[in-house]
């Protein structure tokens, strides 16, 4: 028998390894995950774009993660191809521009949350959820767009108003928080409830004073 060549006993080696390079998951191991936090989450949407999602949400989710790694371009195309599955669902929208608002990106969060308004303004899960996002953050005029159109659909929601006065508390802003603690009692102002989880709102802030 001819002794291996040096090029054959590298190619010999090589396959093993490049056969577990393309074993789905193969290579987020322990160790992986105690790395880089930036890789991780670029690879992680990498790994789960390549299995081709047929979620529109997912796809606006893993957007987030490319914002998170630093990677606008991947970001912008996970959004893309989001809503080219989803073009008239509120909260595809809203799970984008709750991701650009989270990483500082004001401008593009807004036009974003503004497409729920003109394509699915009747998505009243949209609506609340993106009600509490520009809440949280202090934007008061834009919340209340949101919150105001979930307001006209349900008029005595005082369990969805009591989430809207705690995240305007949150944010520190009294007044729209005082507005709707108050539309909250309004509508059921014999409900011990309402009173326990206004008073925990407040206890959770420490806006006591």
Request: neutral net charge; charged residues 30%; aromatic residues 10%.
């Amino acid at each position: 028998m001819r002794p291996m060549t040096p090029a054959f006993l590298v190619l010999t080696l090589a396959a093993p390894l490049g056969l577990l390079a393309q074993v789905p998951g193969a290579k987020f191991t322990e160790s992986f995950f105690k790395g880089d936090r930036k890789a991780i989450l670029q690879a992680c949407a990498d790994e789960a774009r390549a299995i081709k999602p047929k979620d529109a949400k997912w796809l606006a989710e893993y957007g987030r993660a490319y914002l998170a790694a630093l990677d606008r371009p991947k970001a912008e195309a996970a959004f893309k191809e989001a809503l080219i599955k989803e073009p008239k669902d509120g909260e595809v929208y809203r799970l984008i521009g709750n991701a650009w608002l989270k990483h500082g990106f004001k401008q593009e969060a807004l036009e974003a949350y503004n497409r729920i308004l003109m394509v699915d303004a009747k998505n009243k899960d949209a609506l609340v959820s993106a009600g509490l996002d520009l809440a949280e953050v202090g934007l008061v005029v834009d919340a209340e767009k949101f919150i105001n159109a979930f307001a006209a659909q349900e008029k005595d929601d005082w369990k969805t108003f009591i989430q809207f006065g705690r995240a305007f508390l949150q944010s520190g802003n009294r007044d729209p928080a005082a507005k709707w603690f108050s539309r909250a009692v309004a509508s059921k102002p014999k409900e011990e409830e309402v009173y326990l989880e206004i008073s925990r709102a407040f206890a959770d802030s420490q806006a006591v004073l």
